[in-house]
C-alpha cells in the first residue's frame, strides 16, 4: 500500500520562563493508505504535540517546529503557508481532538456545522440530503434524538455527545488522514467499540490513513497495524502490532505491557507498573530519558541510544534490547 504520510526526524521546542525545550525530537513514522498507526506513550511524552505540529496548530509563539519534514501527498506540510495549510486541513486531513469543545463553534448549531462540512465535501449533495446525511452520521455515532440535536448549540450537549458530534465531523469530511488524539477516552466502553468499528469501517471504505494517539494498549490491540512506542518526546520502539505485543525489547514497552491487567493473571495480585514518572521538562538530561525508570540502565545510558534495527520493520532505541529482560 501506498506511504500516505512520511514525518522524518520531527523536532518540536517549547519556550516557557524557565527555558527552551525540545518536547519531540527526532521523530520518524510513516502513515500507509488504509492503515493505522498507534502513537503511544504515557501522559506528557509528546504525543498531542507530534499531532498538533502536523496541522500547525502548536500554541504559539511557545510552541516552534525546529526541525523535520512531514511529506504528504507531495507537499511538506511544515513547511505550508497558512492558506495552504487551512486547505489541507479539514479536507484532507481531520482530526479529532482530546477537548471537543475547541473543535466546535460556540455560535452555531450542531446541525449547521455539520451540514457546512457536507456543503463543502458533498457538493452533488442538495440541502434535504445533506440534512439526511448529517441524521445518518449523528445516528451512526449514537446520538440519539438526532433531530433534535441537530438544532442544539455545543453547550447545550454533554461532554460525551459533544465528542460524538466532533467525531462526525471529522468522519463526514471523509479524509485521506484522520488524525485521532485519545477520542475515546471520555466515552464509556460500549461507545468506545461503537467509534472505533466506525472509525474501521470507513478506512475500509476510502484507505483513509489513521493515526490513533492512546495511552490504552488495549485499544492499541484493536485498531491499530503500526505502533510508535513514544517516551519523553523520543521514539523508544517501533514495530508492527504483532511484535509490539509479542516481542516488545525496549524496557519500556515492556512495562506499559505489563501494566495492563490480564484475565489469566490471579485474582489478587498488585499490576506490576513503571516506577516513576516521565521527567518534566526541567528534568530532561542528556543520554537515555528513560535510564532514571529503566530494571536494566547502565552507564552506557548516558548516551543517547540510537537506532537498532531488530528485525524487518521493528525498530529500538535502547543500549540493552539484547539483554534479556530482568
Ligand atoms: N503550551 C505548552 N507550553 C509548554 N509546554 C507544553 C505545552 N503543551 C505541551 N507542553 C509540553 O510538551 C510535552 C508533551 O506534551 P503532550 O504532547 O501534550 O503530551 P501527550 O499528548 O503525550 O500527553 C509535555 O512535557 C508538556 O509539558
Ligand atoms: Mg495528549
Redesign the pocket.
Known amino acids: 500500500m501506498a506511504t500516505l504520510l512520511s514525518v522524518d526526524n520531527l523536532a518540536v521546542s517549547?519556550t516557557?520562563e524557565a527555558g527552551c525545550?525540545r518536547?519531540?525530537d527526532d521523530v520518524s513514522f510513516t502513515v500507509t493508505a488504509g492503515q493505522t498507526l498507534g502513537l503511544v506513550?504515557?501522559?506528557?511524552?509528546?504525543?498531542?504535540?507530534?499531532a498538533?505540529s502536523l496541522l500547525g496548530l502548536l500554541?504559539r509563539p511557545?510552541?516552534r517546529v525546529v526541525g523535520g519534514r512531514a511529506q504528504f501527498q507531495g507537499q511538506d506540510l511544515l513547511a505550508l503557508t497558512a492558506e495552504q495549510r487551512y486547505r489541507v486541513r479539514g479536507n484532507k486531513i481531520a482530526m479529532i481532538f482530546q477537548e471537543p469543545m475547541t473543535a466546535l463553534n460556540p455560535v452555531y448549531t450542531i446541525g449547521c456545522q455539520l451540514m457546512e462540512v457536507y456543503e463543502l465535501h458533498r457538493p452533488e449533495l442538495n440541502k434535504p440530503q445533506r440534512r439526511e446525511a448529517a441524521l445518518a452520521i449523528l445516528h451512526q455515532v449514537g446520538i440519539p434524538e438526532a433531530e433534535a440535536r441537530l438544532a442544539a448549540y455545543p453547550h447545550q450537549l454533554s461532554g460525551g455527545m459533544r465528542q460524538r458530534v466532533m467525531i462526525a465531523m471529522a468522519l463526514a469530511c471523509e479524509p485521506d488522514l484522520l488524525i485521532c488524539?485519545e477520542p475515546t477516552t471520555a466515552l464509556d466502553v460500549t461507545m468506545q467499540a461503537q467509534i472505533l468499528h466506525l472509525i474501521r469501517e470507513l478506512q475500509q471504505k476510502t484507505g483513509m490513513g489513521v493515526i490513533f494517539?492512546t495511552?490504552d494498549l488495549g485499544v492499541v490491540a484493536q485498531v491499530c497495524d503500526q505502533v510508535l512506542v513514544?517516551y519523553a518526546?523520543r521514539s523508544a520502539e517501533q514495530a508492527g502490532v504483532f511484535d509490539i505485543f509479542e516481542r516488545p525489547l525496549h524496557p519500556y514497552t515492556q512495562g506499559l505491557l505489563s501494566a495492563i491487567p490480564r484475565l489469566e493473571r490471579p485474582g489478587k495480585t498488585m499490576l506490576p507498573t513503571i516506577k516513576g514518572q516521565?521527567p518534566?521538562?526541567e528534568e530532561q538530561k542528556a543520554g537515555c530519558r528513560f535510564a532514571n525508570r529503566c530494571p536494566r540502565a547502565s552507564d552506557l545510558c548516558e548516551q543517547q541510544p540510537v537506532v537498532s534495527l531488530a528485525g524487518e520493520s521493528h525498530q529500538v532505541w535502547c543500549h540493552h534490547w539484547r539483554d534479556r529482560p530482568s
Request: charged share 10%; with cysteine.
Open positions: 517549547f516557557t525545550f518536547v519531540v506513550g504515557e501522559s506528557g511524552c509528546g504525543k498531542s504535540v507530534t498538533l500554541p511557545a510552541g488524539d494517539i495511552h513514544m518526546g516521565v518534566s521538562l
